[in-house]
């Protein structure tokens, strides 16, 4: 009984100690550890659409987002040391096929045909996942990762290097089934 | 015997040094990093002021990027509105900047969370870009010469003793 109390005290008192739960802390699908923590977060067309029209993009810029499958991904290093993101690194597929990234070049060569505004370019960049980052210890990093539309759901392993010239131990998370969901509903 | 050991690990953690504080003394997430010289940073505020960074040498400033749309900034917002207000007495100046958004955006976000803001508008954010921040939010700490000599990674609790106390003792 009194370890009970104690634990409760402990809990209350000092928030970076986990607290049991019955509840998931994160929505699937997610990867947690005492090194990393990497949520995943499949988005509609439609979230996208409000999203992007709601910050004054043009029609012509959300029918090119429509047409594609936004995923977004929440990544905090926990460890001590510095955690590699390079996407370049990341493997995706899907029906054994491999799924690139839709990257800066890609995006680049659609604003330009369609002569979108800076502003736009610069907001949609910052919304993007950072191709590459030397995560910090307790540094977060968020944005969103774009593969081509017309693909269900895909495969995703994510490969980090560590330490500060990345020759530490490699870490390997991989995620089954990641969604793009309601994309096959799209005209 | 067991709960003498939890008692002996509670009396421990009350008596470690408090959370927020690194081994350096740096609060959380703050980085020091080989001063280089700030890049430009000339914008008019959303009042139509002009600011330059480059004019306002001799003490620390303390530069944020934010945009309404991004959750941790949201978040992060009304803890600077009561750092400022805790460092009202400081010489530090808070230039906060704004990327990419309109001055509706801006004003409707801001008219609640932090209403005595005044953010710079980098309405196309190509200054944003030449700062190279690691992502939204993100802030440099400029010193009396004009150098960066903190990044802050991500969003903070700024009105938290820890980073207030570093803020203040800034020299």
């Known amino acids: 009984m009194t370890a009970r109390v104690i634990g409760t005290l402990l809990c209350a008192m000092l928030p970076a100690i986990p607290c049991y739960s019955t509840e998931k802390p994160y929505p699937d699908p997610f990867f947690e550890n005492e090194q990393l923590l990497m949520v995943i977060k499949p988005r509609t067309a439609e979230q996208m659409a409000a999203f992007y029209e709601a910050r004054g993009f043009p029609q012509a810029a959300i029918d090119i987002i429509t047409n594609t499958c936004f995923v977004t991904v929440h990544i905090e290093n926990r460890s001590q040391q510095v955690i590699w993101l390079e996407t370049a690194n990341w493997r995706l597929s899907s029906n054994g096929q491999a799924v690139n990234i839709l990257g800066a070049g890609y995006w680049n060569e659609q604003w330009d045909i369609i002569k979108l505004m800076q502003a736009n370019r610069s907001t949609f960049h910052w919304t993007q996942l950072p191709p590459v980052v030397d995560l910090q210890s307790d540094e977060p990093v968020a944005g969103n990762i774009v593969v081509p539309g017309g693909i269900s759901s895909f495969h995703l392993e994510a490969n980090f290097k560590t330490g500060k010239d990345k020759r530490g131990e490699s870490m390997q998370k991989t995620f089954e089934d990641v969604g793009c969901p309601q994309h096959a509903s799209l005209p | ?171």
Request: charged share 20%.
């Open chain 2, 1 to 171: 015997m067991k709960t003498h050991k939890l008692l002996i690990l509670v009396f421990l953690l009350l008596v470690l040094p408090a959370p927020g504080r690194t081994a350096d003394s740096l609060p959380e997430g703050v980085t020091r990093i080989n001063a280089i010289a700030a890049p430009e940073l000339k914008l008019d505020n959303i009042d139509g002021e002009a600011y330059d960074l480059s004019t306002t040498g001799g003490h620390w400033r303390f530069v944020h990027f934010w945009a309404s749309w991004c959750g941790p900034c949201r978040r992060e917002m009304p803890s600077i509105q009561r750092m400022i207000n805790q460092l009202e007495d400081s010489d530090i100046e808070f230039v906060i900047v704004n990327t990419a958004e309109t001055e509706d955006a801006v004003f409707t976000f801001l008219g609640i969370v932090a209403p005595d803001l005044a953010p710079l508008m980098d309405s196309d954010g190509l200054v944003t870009q030449v700062w190279q921040p690691r992502g939204l939010p993100s802030t440099f700490l400029v010193g009396p010469a004009g150098n960066i000599q903190y990044r802050v990674l991500g969003g903070r609790e700024w009105d938290q003793p820890a980073y207030v106390e570093f803020l203040r003792g800034l020299k």
